[in-house]
């Protein structure tokens, strides 16, 4: 069974640091990504890591979110860095299995709260 699990969520100042993990576990996965859902917004793609280990991000978050993946551990990470209001969202972990019919999984979520 496939299971992804996040965590590393909480309350942040505004300017502060956090460090999410995504545990996964059932299956290999070639790529991870990171994406986060703020109040009464759609879900959107924070950063992309591939099996290769090349990264993709979205523009906003260029410069302050980087993603890195631990192989052996099967886990995937996203450092957050200078920390606005406007981050606080759900941040979901996504996972996709190797070849051409890949499946995707996600975790259920964790809660980045950015406020004073």
């Known amino acids: 069974q496939v299971q992804l699990v996040e965590s590393g969520g909480g309350l942040v100042q505004p300017g502060g640091s956090l460090r999410l993990s995504c545990a996964t576990s059932g299956s290999i996965f070639s790529i991870y990504g990171w994406y986060r859902q703020a109040p009464g917004k759609q879900r959107e793609l924070v950063a992309t890591?591939?099996?290769?280990?090349?990264?993709n991000y979205a523009d906003s978050k260029k410069g302050r979110f980087t993603i890195s993946r631990d192989n052996a551990k099967n886990t995937v990470y996203l450092q957050m860095n200078s920390l606005k209001p406007e981050d606080t969202a759900v941040y979901y972990c996504?996972?996709?299995?190797?070849?051409?019919?890949?499946?995707?999984?996600w975790g259920k979520g964790t809660l980045v709260t950015v406020s004073s």
């Open positions: 890591i591939f099996s290769d280990g090349s990264t």
């Open positions: 996504n996972a996709k299995t190797y070849g051409p019919a890949g499946m995707y999984y």
